[in-house]
């Protein structure tokens, strides 16, 4: 299990991070493995931090992502997150650089193929929720301001990538019992 984040900079024309790893060569989403015992959020965070240097805050849980590792089922899952302020942090030694692009940039400069189908999906809902304001006034006396109850962001469930070729059986098998269980899960807390 890994987790990472979409992360924004900017307000008005937000960028989005990509990461160039060091021995790889590849760009990609900001991410990595949990510790033990470690809550996803948590390690996004972390990862995201360590890979591009920013502090961020995190916010709505945008989905998760699968794929298939040298024969083993990699999911991975992404938070919406903002960079605050300048880097604090120096680069992971696995990080050779970071590039803050438009949407259709850092999708064009992803070098992974289910990342660049995962952020065509979740980009335009992180810049929806980037651009519209989240609080809002409330019409009772006192002016108390807050979320209105259910505008979370609605996450993209689950992207599964798959080399075919690559891919034994046992992982598909695998991966279609996860995505049964999870799916029978949130049918479960929406009805």
């Known amino acids: 299990m890994a987790a990472g984040g979409i992360v924004l900079r900017g307000k008005v024309k937000p960028r989005f991070a990509v990461v160039r790893l060091r021995r790889e060569k590849a760009w990609v989403l900001p991410k990595g493995k949990l510790y033990p015992r470690e809550h996803p959020r948590d390690a996004a965070k972390r990862e995201v931090l360590e890979e591009t240097g920013h502090d961020v805050s995190v916010h709505d849980f945008l989905g998760s992502v699968s794929y298939v590792v040298e024969g083993k089922l990699k999911i991975v899952q992404f938070w919406l997150m903002r960079a605050n302020g300048a880097p604090v ?4 030694d696995d990080v050779k650089a970071v590039k803050w692009l438009p949407l259709r940039q850092a999708i064009d400069t992803l070098t992974r193929p289910h990342e660049k189908v995962f952020l065509t999906h979740v980009g335009p809902i992180a810049l929806g929720a ?11 006396p006192g002016g108390i301001a807050g979320k209105r109850r259910g505008q979370g962001l609605a996450p993209v469930e689950h992207v599964i990538a798959f080399d075919y070729e690559k ?3 046992n992982v598909v098998k695998a991966l279609s019992h996860w995505v049964g269980r999870a799916t029978h899960q949130a049918a479960r807390k929406a009805g």
């Open 89 to 92: 942090h120096e680069l992971n």
């Open 130 to 140: 980037v651009k519209k304001p989240r609080r809002l006034k409330s019409r009772r």
């Open 167 to 169: 891919t034994r059986p």
